[in-house]
């Protein structure tokens, strides 16, 4: 099976800070990678170096087998790199199905303009609607964006990458901020997604519960190395990596584990 997306020696500087340093990971389809590590290990950075919003002081990304090193993020997405932002990342003045409507409209090719396209807005606004109701926002179809709770926006930015179709999917702390009562969509939205063994996720995320649930890898990141990678139950074991990169004792897991 081939790589959906490969980084090699992955390095960004910041003057005299080694942000991300050499990290080479292969990520092959129909898995989910869980990348963990404490604040300010290289995460985001890492994230933004692979979807093209920060330039790489050297090493190289590929997709598909394609060097896309060079590529600007927009390129990027063309060629299968859905990115969630930690932030959200929508069209605030534009109501919820318009936003889903441009992802569409972007996926075919047609541009971002809302009136030029009669003769297709029938076949966009069913499509629309359809991940609306995935997302459980059909009620809010015609709220502007801006106007949207948290949450609400947060499962907004998944059906934009959902309507985009990507190869990839990287999401960056999608549950941040979300009431508990509010987790369970995104959550749930992440599994249909895993079951299409023809994409690769790629996810950022703190709770280790959602780490435990999810992923099929863990890579950890410290001071922007690759401080582990390997099966979630083997990463998660490792004394080392509980103690000085999740900010846990091993004690304290093999506790929780009984407590099972």
């Given at each position: 099976?081939?790589?959906?997306?490969?980084?090699?020696?992955?390095?960004?500087?910041?003057?005299?800070?080694?942000?991300?340093?050499?990290?080479?990971?292969?990520?092959?389809?129909?898995?989910?990678?869980?990348?963990?590590?404490?604040?300010?290990?290289?995460?985001?950075?890492?994230?933004?170096?692979?979807?093209?919003?920060?330039?790489?002081?050297?090493?190289?990304?590929?997709?598909?087998?394609?060097?896309?090193?060079?590529?600007?993020?927009?390129?990027?997405?063309?060629?299968?790199?859905?990115?969630?932002?930690?932030?959200?990342?929508?069209?605030?003045?534009?109501?919820?199905?318009?936003?889903?409507?441009?992802?569409?409209?972007?996926?075919?090719?047609?541009?971002?303009?809302?009136?030029?396209?009669?003769s297709n807005h029938r076949a966009l606004i069913a499509e629309a609607e359809a991940i609306l109701e995935r997302i459980a926002l059909t009620a809010r179809r015609d709220a502007p964006?801006?106007?949207?709770?948290?949450?609400?926006?947060?499962?907004?930015?998944?059906?934009?990458?959902?309507?985009?179709?990507?190869?990839?999917?990287?999401?960056?702390?999608?549950?941040?901020?979300?009431?508990?009562?509010?987790?369970?969509?995104?959550?749930?939205?992440?599994?249909?997604?895993?079951?299409?063994?023809?994409?690769?996720?790629?996810?950022?995320?703190?709770?280790?519960?959602?780490?435990?649930?999810?992923?099929?890898?863990?890579?950890?990141?410290?001071?922007?190395?690759?401080?582990?990678?390997?099966?979630?139950?083997?990463?998660?074991?490792?004394?080392?990596?509980?103690?000085?990169?999740?900010?846990?004792?091993?004690?304290?897991?093999?506790?929780?584990?009984?407590?099972?």
């Amino acid at each position: 099976m081939s790589f959906s997306l490969e980084t090699r020696d992955l390095t960004i500087r910041f003057g005299g800070h080694v942000a991300v340093d050499a990290v080479s990971c292969a990520f092959r389809p129909g898995t989910l990678t869980a990348i963990v590590g404490p604040n300010g290990a290289g995460k985001t950075t890492y994230f933004n170096l692979i979807s093209g919003q920060l330039k790489a002081s050297s090493g190289r990304v590929f997709v598909g087998g394609d060097d896309i090193t060079s590529l600007p993020a927009p390129e990027r997405t063309k060629r299968g790199l859905g990115r969630a932002f930690q932030l959200t990342n929508l069209f605030p003045n534009l109501s919820v199905m318009e936003n889903i409507r441009l992802a569409i409209q972007a996926r075919r090719g047609m541009g971002l303009n809302l009136w030029s396209i009669w003769s297709n807005h029938r076949a966009l606004i069913a499509e629309a609607e359809a991940i609306l109701e995935r997302i459980a926002l059909t009620a809010r179809r015609d709220a502007p964006a801006a106007s949207l709770p948290h949450g609400d926006q947060r499962k907004l930015e998944v059906g934009i990458l959902i309507a985009l179709e990507p190869t990839v999917f990287m999401f960056d702390e999608p549950t941040a901020g979300m009431s508990v009562d509010e987790v369970p969509v995104i959550l749930d939205l992440i599994r249909e997604i895993k079951r299409d063994m023809t994409k690769t996720i790629l996810l950022v995320e703190h709770k280790m519960d959602v780490v435990r649930e999810l992923s099929d890898r863990i890579i950890v990141l410290h001071n922007g190395k690759l401080a582990a990678d390997g099966e979630p139950a083997e990463v998660i074991a490792s004394p080392v990596v509980q103690q000085a990169y999740l900010g846990m004792a091993a004690e304290d897991e093999e506790e929780a584990e009984a407590a099972r």
